[in-house]
């Protein structure tokens, strides 16, 4: 039996993107390239919905935050509706504060940000903290509490604040296997 055909062009372009993009860095103590978190979070998203936009978002979600790529790059290259969740999906860093000062700060902007965001957006968002939240759960079963001292803000009761706000502002997901494995996990690490 022969696969159905599926046009993946926009995907694979943004896929090769995003892997040039990230060439080169590391997922914060993880040890392995930085790409393999983009590449899980298409792989969460493919489970809610195939629009290649969305997947190529998800694929593109952290290149203009942990990058030197800008808006303007992903909207030339893919268009005004990937670009306006990538923009979505990328924290806002205020100049000449560090990243653990304006940490609560970027937390509930995102947090407001994703209350109001189209389902799209929430979509997207659900394939990146899913696969942070999986990875988080690895790393907590394995070291526990000194996990916490790889984050810029090393207060546990800080990154449940945190997760349990992003959980409430994508809620309108719900009926997600994403969804229901990201509150799973959350409940198991902040039990």
């Known amino acids: 039996m022969a696969n159905k055909y599926i046009d993946s062009e926009l995907l694979d372009k943004a896929i090769v993107f995003a892997v040039k993009a990230h ?21 969460i998203v493919a489970t809610i919905t195939s629009d290649q936009e969305l997947l190529a978002a998800a694929v593109l979600h952290d290149t203009v935050e942990d990058t030197d790529i800008e808006v303007e790059d992903i909207r030339k290259q893919f268009g005004d509706r990937i670009a306006a969740i990538v923009e979505q999906e990328s924290d806002k860093f205020a100049e000449g504060i560090s990243e653990e000062d304006s940490w609560h700060d970027r937390k509930r902007a995102a947090i407001d940000r994703l209350k ?11 394939g990146d903290k899913l696969s942070n939240m999986r990875a988080i759960a690895r790393d907590y079963a394995t070291i526990g509490d000194k996990l916490w001292q790889i984050f810029h803000v090393t207060d546990k009761k800080s990154h449940e604040w945190h997760y349990r706000g992003l959980a409430e502002a994508l809620s309108e997901l719900g009926d997600t296997f994403a969804y229901q494995e990201f509150i799973k996990l959350i409940d198991e690490v902040f039990a």
């Open 23 to 43: 060439h080169n860095t590391e997922r914060r103590g993880k040890g392995f390239p930085y790409i393999v978190h983009p590449m899980e979070a298409v792989e």
């Open 116 to 126: 109001h965001a189209s389902k799209d957006a929430k979509i997207v968002a659900m």
